[in-house]
């Protein structure tokens, strides 16, 4: 099978500090990889990397059989898209306008909005469901609202893979759901490919395809997602002791990291 | 109303303005004289007063979008203090050229510019990457030390070269001719081309570099461009009439007030603005203690704090 993305011992240092090292995966068609790890392990880093926004130090990313670094930013932007971790920046633009923004890729200076520009608005706007409030300023929107904006627009790209950076922090449980069934419905039913960098190790282990696990940006694991919850690959990801469960309602296995008696050392 | 509506009107008001105000302050009722002061001296100074508020306009909303900050402008990033320290040492040396057609006094105030950019660029880039906030403090530090190199330059000075020295630093329109014009109208018009160019790009860095990039904008050359066309403009015009202040912070800003932030809207707007609040601000500042003049640049100032204030406070509330 011919791969989509081929990342090949990928080191990323910025001012004489590693931030990556040796990262290998592949990524077919159609995949939903999640990346989990500690905090600072460097799975935003990757992200941006395959993005364009930071620098590789050594290794090749391939995409569609293309070398990263031989593609203009244009070209990258019409194969991937990203949803970038929330930030506190203000946007000030509405909705409407900061999606029809992502079509940037496909215009020159003078070049006129096309039927396909608005094919493409029409459908990332309904997919995510974000038709009731396409005229309000970015800035009014809640978490959720400003998440599915986002990541309309970035559907209003209409590249074939989908980075995201935890799309689902800072939202309430119930916005949770509504994003994580957004995203699984872009992979099953829309065929977009998808990486997820996460920290919802039951939601990755259950929904997503495969799972990259990096520590101290070092690849620690990578295999199937329905082999991540065993203690000996979350031990050594997280340093944390977890126990297991399973779902009362679908009986799927659930981690929960364990809770640690008074007094007793780590 | 929407944008290109506001903004027919205000092309509307600055044809206006452009037309009315050569003929205010005119008490001589000979027609033959009055007709040599209209073409001769008014006419060439409100243009030129439209062609220097436009490009500071444009250039401060260029750098407002490009480092996220409204205090960012091409003054408070130091590029026109060290255009000025160019042209205070080209007055204190005293002697004259000029090359290509430039004049010595445009050309030292556009090499300070350029020193001046190169410094921040220098420094900022050797601070990991290229960081609004670094560049924005480099801009500011390098400001402070450019301005009391000015103070150094005029403490040598003769009384005359250091008068002359501080009246430019005003900020001023007095002495225009045609060929004033000449020397600016290339400068500014390469710079709001470029500037009209890449609204689409000033829209998507207005979003945040991450942001930008990933719709496909090239930031890092983008930037690099809008910084060495912006430096040129700004450099022309402070070395013809002085630091004229404040326009290039607040004028981007009423515009952003009434035509919102859309750079395809705002460029237009900005220097339609510009250029008609200068012409505005020379205008009060010819008539209001006539026939003495004051500096237009204390007219900015005076008047555009104020309203800035003004304007903050009622969107503020706007808000709440």
Same mark, same amino acid.
């Given at each position: 099978?011919?791969?989509?993305?081929?990342?090949?011992?990928?080191?990323?240092?910025?001012?004489? !500090?590693?931030?990556?090292?040796?990262?290998?995966?592949?990524?077919?068609?159609?995949?939903?990889?999640?990346?989990?790890?500690?905090?600072?392990?460097? !799975?935003?880093?990757?992200?941006?990397?395959?993005?364009?926004?930071?620098?590789?130090?050594?290794? !090749?990313?391939?995409?569609?059989?293309?070398?990263?670094?031989?593609?203009?930013?244009?070209?990258?932007?019409?194969?991937?898209?990203?949803?970038?971790?929330?930030?506190?920046?203000?946007?000030?633009?509405?909705?409407?306008?900061?999606?029809?923004?992502?079509?940037?890729?496909?215009?020159?200076?003078?070049?006129?909005?096309?039927?396909?520009?608005?094919?493409?608005?029409?459908?990332?706007?309904?997919?995510?469901?974000?038709?009731?409030?396409?005229?309000?300023?970015?800035?009014?929107?809640?978490?959720?609202?400003?998440?599915?904006?986002?990541?309309?627009?970035?559907?209003?790209?209409? #590249?074939?893979?989908?980075?995201?950076?935890?799309?689902?922090?800072?939202?309430?449980?119930?916005?949770?759901?509504?994003?994580?069934?957004?995203?699984? @419905?872009?992979?099953?039913?829309?065929?977009?490919?998808?990486?997820?960098?996460?920290?919802?190790?039951?939601?990755?282990?259950?929904?997503?395809?495969?799972?990259?696990?990096? !520590?101290?940006?070092?690849?620690?694991?990578?295999?199937?997602? #329905?082999?991540?919850?065993?203690?000996?690959?979350?031990?050594?990801?997280?340093?944390? @002791?977890?126990?297991?469960?399973?779902?009362?309602?679908?009986?799927?296995?659930?981690?929960?990291?364990?809770?640690?008696?008074?007094? @007793?050392?780590? | 109303?929407?944008?290109?509506?506001?903004?027919?009107?205000?092309?509307?008001?600055?044809?206006?303005?452009?037309?009315?105000?050569?003929?205010?302050?005119?008490?001589?009722?000979?027609?033959?004289?009055?007709?040599?002061?209209?073409?001769?001296?008014?006419?060439?100074?409100?243009?030129?007063?439209?062609? /220097?508020?436009?490009?500071?306009?444009?250039?401060?909303?260029?750098?407002?979008?490009?480092?996220?900050?409204?205090?960012?402008?091409?003054?408070?990033?130091?590029? /026109?203090?060290?255009?000025?320290?160019?042209?205070?040492?080209?007055?204190?040396?005293?002697?004259?050229?000029?090359?290509?057609?430039?004049?010595?006094?445009?050309?030292?105030?556009?090499?300070?510019?350029?020193?001046?950019?190169?410094?921040?660029?220098?420094?900022?880039?050797?601070?990991?990457?290229?960081?609004?906030?670094?560049?924005?403090?480099?801009?500011?530090?390098?400001?402070?030390?450019?301005?009391?190199?000015?103070?150094?330059?005029?403490?040598?000075?003769?009384?005359?070269?250091?008068?002359?020295?501080?009246?430019?630093?005003?900020?001023?329109?007095?002495?225009?001719?045609?060929?004033?014009?000449?020397?600016?109208?290339?400068?500014?018009?390469?710079?709001?081309?470029?500037?009209?160019?890449?609204?689409?790009?000033?829209?998507?860095?207005?979003?945040?570099?991450?942001?930008?990039?990933?719709?496909?904008?090239?930031?890092?050359?983008?930037?690099?461009?809008?910084?060495?066309?912006?430096?040129?403009?700004?450099?022309?015009?402070? /070395?013809?009439?002085?630091?004229?202040?404040?326009?290039?912070?607040?004028?981007?800003?009423?515009?952003?007030?009434?035509?919102?932030?859309?750079?395809?809207?705002?460029?237009?707007?900005?220097?339609?603005?510009?250029?008609?609040?200068?012409?505005?601000?020379?205008?009060?500042?010819?008539?209001?203690?006539?026939?003495?003049?004051?500096?237009?640049?204390?007219?900015?100032?005076?008047?555009?704090?104020?309203?800035?204030?003004?304007?903050?406070?009622?969107?503020?509330?706007?808000?709440?």
């Amino acid at each position: 099978m011919t791969h989509l993305l081929n990342v090949t011992d990928l080191s990323v240092n910025i001012a004489d !500090k590693t931030l990556l090292s040796n990262i290998s995966f592949q990524l077919t068609q159609g995949d939903y990889l999640c990346i989990l790890g500690p905090n600072g392990a460097g !799975k935003s880093t990757l992200l941006k990397t395959l993005m364009g926004i930071v620098e590789t130090s050594s290794g !090749k990313i391939k995409l569609n059989q293309h070398s990263l670094s031989q593609l203009s930013q244009k070209d990258l932007a019409r194969q991937v898209s990203y949803v970038p971790q929330a930030h506190g920046h203000q946007l000030n633009f509405t909705v409407i306008d900061f999606i029809k923004m992502a079509r940037y890729a496909y215009h020159s200076a003078f070049s006129d909005w096309s039927l396909n520009d608005q094919h493409a608005l029409d459908h990332s706007i309904s997919i995510t469901d974000t038709e009731g409030f396409l005229y309000r300023q970015m800035s009014t929107l809640s978490g959720g609202e400003t998440q599915r904006v986002m990541i309309a627009a970035a559907l209003c790209q209409q #590249s074939p893979l989908l980075l995201l950076d935890e799309p689902t922090s800072f939202l309430d449980p119930r916005h949770q759901v509504e994003v994580h069934q957004l995203i699984q @419905e872009l992979n099953q039913q829309h065929g977009i490919s998808i990486i997820e960098v996460s920290h919802d190790l039951n939601h990755a282990a259950q929904h997503s395809k495969h799972i990259l696990a990096l !520590k101290q940006g070092e690849v620690l694991w990578y295999g199937e997602s #329905s082999e991540l919850l065993q203690d000996s690959h979350l031990h050594a990801l997280y340093d944390q @002791e977890f126990v297991f469960t399973t779902h009362p309602q679908t009986g799927a296995v659930v981690a929960l990291p364990s809770e640690r008696q008074a007094g @007793e050392q780590q | 109303m929407k944008p290109i509506n506001t903004l027919l009107v205000i092309g509307l008001i600055s044809l206006l303005i452009l037309c009315i105000s050569p003929y205010l302050g005119l008490i001589i009722k000979d027609p033959a004289i009055e007709y040599h002061i209209l073409t001769q001296l008014r006419l060439p100074r409100v243009l030129f007063a439209f062609i /220097a508020g436009a490009g500071l306009a444009l250039c401060g909303m260029v750098f407002q979008a490009m480092f996220h900050n409204p205090l960012a402008t091409p003054f408070t990033l130091g590029v /026109a203090s060290g255009a000025s320290l160019g042209a205070a040492i080209y007055v204190y040396l005293g002697f004259s050229f000029t090359l290509l057609g430039l004049d010595g006094g445009t050309f030292a105030a556009f090499l300070g510019a350029l020193i001046a950019i190169s410094f921040v660029y220098t420094i900022s880039r050797y601070q990991n990457g290229f960081s609004p906030e670094t560049l924005l403090l480099t801009g500011v530090a390098i400001s402070f030390f450019f301005s009391s190199l000015i103070l150094f330059t005029q403490y040598l000075s003769n009384l005359t070269d250091s008068f002359q020295i501080l009246r430019w630093l005003m900020g001023s329109l007095t002495t225009v001719g045609y060929r004033d014009i000449m020397q600016l109208l290339p400068f500014v018009t390469l710079c709001s081309a470029a500037i009209l160019w890449l609204t689409r790009e000033l829209n998507l860095l207005m979003a945040g570099d991450d942001i930008a990039l990933s719709r496909g904008v090239s930031v890092q050359k983008i930037r690099y461009s809008l910084f060495f066309v912006t430096s040129l403009c700004v450099g022309a015009i402070v /070395a013809l009439c002085g630091p004229i202040g404040f326009i290039g912070m607040m004028v981007p800003h009423i515009c952003r007030l009434i035509i919102g932030n859309d750079h395809r809207y705002l460029a237009p707007a900005s220097l339609l603005v510009g250029g008609s609040f200068l012409i505005v601000c020379d205008t009060i500042s010819r008539l209001i203690i006539a026939p003495a003049e004051i500096p237009v640049g204390v007219i900015t100032t005076l008047l555009g704090g104020p309203f800035f204030l003004w304007l903050l406070i009622k969107s503020k509330s706007k808000e709440a």
